[in-house]
Nanobody, 118 residues
Framework: QVQLVESGGGLVQPGGSLRLSCAAS????????MGWFRQAPGPGKQRELV?????????YYADSVKGRFTISRDNAKNTVYLQMNSLKPEDTAVYYC??????????WGQGTQVTVSS
């Protein structure tokens, strides 16, 4: 069983930066997929993929965050990060960490709130 603990969310002004962390109880090197999703407030808002990184270090970013967000992983610390720069009000959402492995399947973190507002 894998447990994920997220941290780093908070309130930031537009143009500011935050770094989210997701610490896994298992060995990160066993995860072929580690990603961040977000769900904005409001009716009908679905959870969307923001970024992910494979075990080979290949990254993917949603068009809305390209050039502003960077995903990385530290296998020694069993942690995946999301560096978010040039934040916009539309980035406001609950951010969820997700990991996938052949052993444990898909696991979700509890979510961390990011609010971008002046």
């Amino acid at each position: 069983q894998v447990q994920l603990v997220e941290s780093g969310g908070g309130l930031v002004q537009p143009g500011g930066s935050l770094r989210l962390s997701c610490a896994a109880s298992g060995s990160v090197s066993s995860f072929y997929f580690m990603g961040w999703f977000r769900q904005a407030p409001g009716p009908g808002k679905q959870r969307e993929l923001v970024a992910h990184i494979t075990s080979d270090g290949i990254t993917y970013y949603a068009d809305s965050v390209k050039g502003r967000f960077t995903i990385s992983r530290d296998n020694a610390k069993n942690t995946v990060y999301l560096q978010m720069n040039s934040l916009k009000p539309e980035d406001t959402a609950v951010y969820y960490c997700n990991t996938r492995s052949t052993t444990f399947g898909s696991t979700w973190g509890q979510g961390t709130q990011v609010t971008v507002s002046s």
